[in-house]
């Protein structure tokens, strides 16, 4: 059996050199994956100035700013390999997140794996690990985990044909903050297996002025979209994990004012 492809695709909205840092994570695998894959969503700063030179990375622009779900979108249907992974272009890999990741891919085939991710602010870490997904590996059922928590874009490689199965990221620009989180949920349900990487192999740079450091407000209002969209996207087993999401998202808006 022939070993599976493995695709990284970045989505770039002016982080410049932060860039040119989380390209170098990736060509420092070992093994690098097949494909690398940068959207530019329409920066002012073009992310062709901040690809190292001679670098085996496709670039494709945009002409106007469609978001990181429209940008994940138009990747998914670049890419060619086997599985993907999303990577923010201010985050990092770990040195051995490919050899970990397709270790797994390898042994059982599974449709997702799942690893866990460092956050750090300007090179100190503010979290070993930011999901707990420990619990996962422990037997936790997945789509509760994820209903109770969140299940950051980085944190999961996946079969390219299950995410075009369900659809990616279409009809979901709208939640903004909460994309991520609604997306693994529609992942998860369609997934016959998933395997869990209990390590941090994902380092998130936390910065003022990312994508995921605007008002609180908005992640809130934001979950709640997602949730109402989900209410009828998922078995109906889960509704009452829905529905006590549901409450806690409504007790931070109303304590929000």
């Known amino acids: 059996m022939t070993d599976p492809t493995l695709a990284v695709l970045i989505t770039y909205?002016?982080?410049?050199e932060l860039l040119t840092d989380c390209l170098r994570s990736v060509l420092d695998q070992?093994?690098?994956?097949?494909?690398?894959?940068?959207?530019?969503?329409?920066s002012a700063a073009s992310a062709r100035e901040f690809i190292p030179e001679g670098a085996p990375v496709r670039l494709i622009s945009g002409e106007r700013n469609i978001g990181p779900g429209g940008g994940r979108n138009v990747l998914l249907r670049a890419a060619t390999s086997d599985y993907v992974h999303f990577q923010d272009a201010d985050d990092l890999l770990a040195r051995n997140w490919s050899s970990a990741v397709l270790q797994e891919l390898r042994a059982a085939r599974?449709?997702?794996?799942?690893?866990?991710?460092?956050a750090e602010r300007e090179g100190a870490m503010v979290a070993e690990r930011v999901m707990g997904i420990g619990a996962l590996a422990g037997g936790a059922d997945p789509i509760q985990f994820g209903l109770?928590?969140?299940?950051?874009?980085?944190?999961?490689?996946?079969?390219?044909?299950?995410?075009?199965q369900v659809g990616g990221f279409h009809g979901r620009e709208v939640l903004a903050q909460s994309e991520d989180f609604e997306f693994h949920l529609r992942l998860l349900a369609a997934a016959r297996s998933w395997r869990v990487i209990d390590q941090p192999l994902i380092v998130q740079r936390l910065r003022e002025g990312s994508h995921s450091s605007r008002g609180e407000a908005d992640v809130w209002r934001s979950a709640a979209k997602a949730l109402a969209m989900l209410a009828d996207e998922l078995p109906p087993l889960y509704r009452p994990d829905v529905a006590e999401a549901a409450a806690r998202v409504a007790a931070r808006l109303y304590a929000l004012g």
Do not use: H, K, Q
């Not at 599974?110 to 460092?118: A, G, L, W």
């Open 148 to 164: 109770r928590g969140s299940l950051l874009v980085p944190s999961s490689t996946f079969r390219r044909l299950l995410a075009l």
């Open 110 to 118: 599974p449709d997702i794996v799942f690893t866990e991710i460092r």
């Open 30 to 42: 070992s093994p690098r994956p097949r494909e690398i894959i940068v959207y530019d969503d329409a």
């Open 13 to 16: 909205y002016n982080e410049r």
